[in-house]
């Protein structure tokens, strides 16, 4: 199920009746509340595996996404900034839940490829399109072993992007090469 806008955006954020799960999830992991150096090194590894310019670990609550992992073009971004006070082109650590595609993925929970958003009307209206100028996505849904979302790996450019299944296959495997450090982490914990 999706939101309408009657203003004319074709954009619907689903509706996502697993957040509130989620954030009890992700409270008891220690996730999605600060930047980590782990996270930020994986995103590195995204962008340089796929060549793509940006490059997210992002988790998801009822209201936002958090990038607890951040490459940038100019490399690991530490700031703390939201894309709505953010300059254009400028990625904050924070995003409003209803920009981007991520909440798409974790709703849908499969993995969604976008080599042109442009050519996708539902996507096209999208805030970070006009904001940051993204125009591809490649993303996976980070899946626990309790069967919950907690978030996505994706990576993004301003130019479109031929993924491909190859890409598709990478961001999946990569998605759960990040579930299995998740895992081990948990095994970790007192």
Known sequence: MTTFDPTGHLLLTPVDQEAPARVRRLR??????RPEP??????????EVTGAPYSMVNFIDEHRQFFAGLHTPAGTHAGGGDLDTADAGD???FMARDHGYC???????KALVLEDVCDYPRFAGNPVVDEIGIRSYLGAPLIDRTGTALGTICVVDTEPRPWGRAGLE???SLAAELVEQIHRREDMLP
């Open 38 to 47: 782990a996270f930020d090194e994986f995103a590195h590894r995204l962008a």
């Open 103 to 109: 909440p798409h993925v974790v709703v849908r929970r």
């Open 91 to 93: 990625v904050g650590r």
């Open 170 to 172: 990478t961001i999946k």
């Open 28 to 33: 008891q992991l220690g996730l999605g509340e």
